[in-house]
């Protein structure tokens, strides 16, 4: 089975996604993101301009054949850019095998190991008392697991507090927006978010939260300590994964669970926070990690070590992307959790899915491959904007991670 053609897609309905479609030569097609949020077009000439022309003529059945000799024919290893770029490719094609063989894509990774997936929402506002009230939202739409943000007292901004009711977004139009920092407020405040928030909700419903990378290991061991009578769902990204040393301190000082992996690219990123057990559930997602072919590595390496999965699914992760991860999360045992963050209006009328959601879980639905499609006339219409993601600084000008 030939491909024939590929193309890139670039377009903006609500926000930025870069869609690769691969047709093969009996009519059939696939999709895959290639989305990488503040610098899309570096992805898309990467495919546009090398990738491609490696694919016409090729065998679109050979998934990993194609795989290895996309990563090991660049010679130069890993890097969002490049694993993007071989995510798209590797979803495109496994959507294709999908279609081809008439099965959804998640029986062909052995079938679902559950009913349905848990999934997680944003709750998010300036103060305590309106992030209660995004709570309550999403516990009224069903959610069983929800991730909360809250602006800090004294602080103008803080990740995570968002435009939209249900879904948030960080990137905008223009100059990076700069956002001021301080970890000292932050740290003596996030305890009483949460002290709050178990004496509103109660025990039963899920709570996670995200520190974004800003702490230091010592300062994210306080939080984590802090935090336990709470008994979080997980504590996210405390610190900046480089140092992953600095997770064994984390470790030694809170029972708090740890999820760290969102801006990962391959298993090699994962291997010494998976082996020596420092987080508990490993965040890589199918567009960033090497599609869904990488992502079952990842999560069988995970699997030995008790470590779960709890994939990105931020409104920059497209409906093709979503569509990949749920029929990724249906399939391997150890899953744990899926994000997913509602995308905007425009963007749920471009991309077409099968893809549910019902009290708390999501399904990837029946039709067979991904069961998600782009409308590319529709598409046309919302041209590619320059946007950025934020940066942050120190209160006095140092630039922080963000
Ligand atoms: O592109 C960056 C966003 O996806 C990220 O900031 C969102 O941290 C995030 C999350 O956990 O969803
Ligand atoms: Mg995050």
């Given at each position: 089975?030939?491909?024939?053609?590929?193309?890139?897609?670039?377009?903006?309905?609500?926000?930025?996604?870069?869609?690769?479609k691969?047709?093969?030569?009996?009519?059939?097609?696939?999709l895959?993101?290639?989305?990488?949020?503040?610098?899309?077009?570096?992805?898309?000439s990467?495919?546009?301009?090398?990738?491609?022309?490696?694919?016409?003529?090729?065998?679109a059945?050979?998934?990993?054949?194609?795989?290895?000799?996309?990563?090991?024919?660049?010679?130069?290893?890993?890097?969002?850019?490049?694993?993007?770029?071989?995510?798209?490719?590797?979803?495109?094609?496994?959507?294709?095998?999908?279609?081809?063989?008439?099965?959804?894509?998640?029986?062909?990774?052995?079938?679902?190991?559950?009913?349905?997936?848990?999934?997680?929402?944003?709750?998010?506002?300036?103060?305590?008392?309106s992030?209660?009230?995004?709570?309550?939202?999403?516990?009224?739409?069903?959610?069983?697991?929800?991730?909360?943000?809250?602006?800090?007292?004294?602080?103008?901004?803080?990740?995570?507090?968002?435009?939209?009711?249900?879904?948030?977004?960080?990137?905008?139009?223009?100059?990076?927006?700069?956002?001021?920092?301080?970890?000292?407020?932050?740290?003596?405040?996030?305890?009483?978010?949460?002290?709050?928030?178990?004496?509103?909700?109660g025990?039963?419903?899920?709570?996670?939260?995200?520190?974004?990378?800003?702490?230091?290991?010592i300062?994210?061991?306080?939080?984590?300590k802090?935090?336990?009578?709470?008994?979080?769902?997980?504590l996210?990204?405390?610190?900046?994964?480089?140092?992953q040393?600095?997770?064994?301190?984390?470790?030694?000082?809170?029972t708090?669970?740890?999820?760290?992996?969102?801006?990962?690219?391959?298993?090699?990123?994962?291997?010494?926070?998976?082996?020596?057990?420092?987080?508990?559930?490993?965040?890589?997602?199918?567009?960033?990690?090497?599609?869904?072919?990488?992502?079952?590595?990842?999560?069988?390496?995970?699997?030995l070590?008790?470590?779960?999965?709890?994939?990105?699914?931020?409104?920059?992760?497209?409906?093709?992307?979503?569509a990949?991860?749920?029929?990724?999360?249906?399939?391997?045992?150890?899953?744990?959790?899926?994000?997913?963050?509602?995308?905007?209006?425009?963007?749920?009328?471009?991309?077409?899915?099968?893809?549910?959601?019902?009290?708390?879980?999501?399904?990837?639905?029946?039709?067979?491959?991904?069961?998600?499609?782009?409308?590319?006339?529709?598409?046309?219409?919302?041209?590619?904007?320059?946007?950025?993601?934020?940066?942050?600084?120190r209160?006095?000008?140092?630039?922080?991670?963000w």
């Amino acid at each position: 089975m030939k491909i024939t053609d590929a193309k890139v897609i670039v377009c903006s309905p609500g926000r930025n996604f870069v869609t690769l479609k691969v047709t093969t030569e009996d009519g059939l097609y696939g999709l895959g993101d290639a989305t990488l949020n503040g610098r899309e077009l570096a992805v898309a000439s990467y495919l546009a301009d090398h990738v491609i022309p490696l694919l016409i003529g090729r065998d679109a059945r050979r998934v990993e054949d194609t795989w290895q000799y996309l990563y090991k024919g660049a010679y130069w290893r890993r890097g969002p850019v490049t694993m993007t770029a071989i995510s798209a490719v590797d979803t495109a094609l496994w959507d294709i095998k999908g279609k081809s063989l008439n099965v959804p894509v998640y029986q062909l990774l052995g079938g679902a190991s559950r009913d349905a997936v848990m999934v997680y929402g944003h709750a998010s506002g300036a103060d305590i008392e309106s992030t209660l009230h995004a709570v309550a939202e999403y516990l009224r739409l069903g959610y069983k697991a929800v991730r909360v943000q809250s602006g800090v007292p004294g602080m103008a901004t803080v990740y995570g507090v968002g435009r939209g009711d249900f879904y948030y977004e960080p990137a905008e139009p223009g100059r990076p927006p700069e956002c001021l920092w301080s970890s000292e407020a932050y740290l003596n405040f996030v305890p009483h978010l949460f002290e709050r928030l178990r004496k509103e909700f109660g025990s039963a419903v899920h709570l996670l939260h995200d520190v974004h990378h800003r702490l230091t290991p010592i300062e994210a061991a306080r939080l984590g300590k802090s935090l336990e009578p709470y008994h979080l769902f997980w504590l996210e990204d405390p610190v900046p994964a480089e140092l992953q040393e600095s997770f064994r301190l984390i470790r030694q000082h809170t029972t708090t669970p740890l999820a760290v992996g969102e801006v990962f690219n391959s298993v090699y990123d994962c291997q010494q926070l998976i082996q020596e057990q420092l987080i508990d559930y490993i965040r890589t997602t199918v567009v960033h990690a090497g599609g869904i072919s990488h992502l079952r590595k990842i999560a069988s390496l995970a699997e030995l070590y008790h470590v779960r999965t709890g994939c990105h699914g931020a409104t920059d992760m497209s409906p093709v992307c979503i569509a990949a991860a749920l029929h990724f999360d249906l399939s391997v045992h150890n899953f744990g959790i899926q994000e997913y963050m509602r995308h905007s209006a425009e963007t749920e009328r471009v991309f077409s899915h099968a893809y549910t959601f019902s009290d708390g879980m999501m399904h990837p639905g029946d039709a067979p491959g991904l069961g998600v499609d782009i409308d590319e006339g529709l598409a046309a219409q919302y041209p590619y904007r320059r946007a950025y993601l934020p940066v942050n600084r120190r209160l006095d000008g140092t630039i922080h991670s963000w």
